[in-house]
């Protein structure tokens, strides 16, 4: 039993949350029912999951080795809402996927005046290391976004978030998909303001170099894209990690993914800048020949979007292999006026 004072009177209802401030915590253990809710989200495809009520990494790094004993792929978000989360935040963004940042939860534990602080720190902290950090944005009920809220959008993409998570109480709210296409048009004004080139500098400054060629590729791209200014980046992918490791420098222009896995096509959409498309047809027998269709598909694409224009220079990243691990070329192009594409080729 809990004794308190009530110093606002309210209604309590049944099954609420309760913030306990400066109070210590366990995490809820993942149990046969938490299991259940699992299973129900991948029998739906699911493609990612938030999960919620984390103190530190020990159930995140359980879930993942849960889903790789079925072979199930499910990104594993990580919310951030409370001071022991905070405090062990480098232990759970090396095992998370991806970080979402419950600001709503942490003024009931943290000083309003600090929110921010914490928010700016977690969201460079989860692009120092790579990994996709997401805040959320409540659906306005009135249809149009304030002052503050279109301010608030464009600061949380100057800070470095990679999407948004739409909050939405009116479920009868005939003015959802308006609110949506509003915010789509903030954030691509925002990303436009945003200082990309001393956002590369300082990732790449504080970035530990690895073995691997792909981050040494990925930053070549970026750069390029600064000094060429290059309108695109089109990559040839199997899984998307060519995509992701790209988008995690921030270059200067969209990033189209033409990639063959349907699920990790969904799965970039998280990713800051990253627009996949899905190439369904099968490999042929000429590897050469098929890049190049792709590269052609993904060039296409651009220019129905309205983002790629006749001489406009173009980053085609592809691999020489026809295996996943070997996105190791670059090249520069320039889009010619008509499209490469044959009749009925875009449909695939």
């Known amino acids: 039993m809990i004794k308190c004072i009530v110093k606002k009177a309210g209604d309590l209802n049944s099954h609420v949350s309760v913030t306990l401030v400066n109070a210590p915590m366990e995490a809820p253990p993942i149990n046969d029912e938490y ?4 299973e129900f989200a991948l029998q739906m495809q699911v493609d990612a999951i938030i999960m919620t009520t984390i103190v530190d990494e020990r159930n995140v790094r359980l879930l993942q080795e849960k889903l790789q004993d079925e072979e199930k792929k499910m ?3 990580a919310k951030i809402e409370n001071t022991q989360a905070i405090e062990n935040f480098d232990d759970i963004v090396k095992v998370a996927d991806g970080i979402f940042v419950g600001s709503t939860e942490l003024i009931g534990e943290l000083p309003r005046q600090k929110i921010f602080l914490v928010q700016k720190s977690i969201i460079a902290r989860s692009n120092k290391v790579g990994k996709p950090v997401m805040c959320s944005i409540e659906i306005a009920e009135y249809g149009s976004l304030s002052e503050a809220e279109i301010t ?3 600061s949380f993409i100057d800070d470095g978030v990679d999407c948004f998570v739409l909050i939405q109480h009116d479920t009868e709210n005939n003015l959802y998909f308006e609110s949506i296409r509003d915010i789509n048009t903030i954030c691509r004004e925002g990303e436009s303001a945003a200082h990309q080139r001393r ?11 690895s073995a691997e060629p792909i981050y040494s590729l990925a930053i070549s791209v970026v750069e390029s894209s600064f000094k060429c200014n290059a309108a695109a980046i089109v990559i040839v992918t199997r899984t998307g990690r060519g995509a992701r490791v ?4 921030r270059p200067r222009c969209p990033i189209i993914a033409v990639i063959k896995l349907e699920q990790n096509a969904k799965q970039l959409h998280i ?10 047809s099968k490999f042929g027998s000429d590897w050469n020949a098929e890049v190049e269709d792709r590269v052609q598909l993904g060039i296409t694409f651009g220019k129905l979007k309205g983002f790629i224009r006749m001489g406009d220079i173009v980053i085609v990243v592809s691999g020489s ?3 996943s691990g070997f996105t190791n070329t670059m090249k ?5 006026e008509f499209d490469a594409i044959k009749p009925g080729e875009g449909d695939q």
């Open 152 to 154: 608030k959008i464009v």
């Open 271 to 280: 990713y800051r800048g990253v627009i996949p498309i899905v190439y369904i």
């Open 332 to 336: 520069i192009v320039f889009a010619s």
């Open 321 to 323: 292999k026809r295996s």
């Open 199 to 209: 956002t590369f500098t300082e990732l790449t400054d504080n970035f530990v170099w």
């Open 35 to 38: 299991m259940k809710n699992i």
């Open 246 to 249: 790209i988008s995690r420098f």
């Open 75 to 77: 990104l594993i978000i």
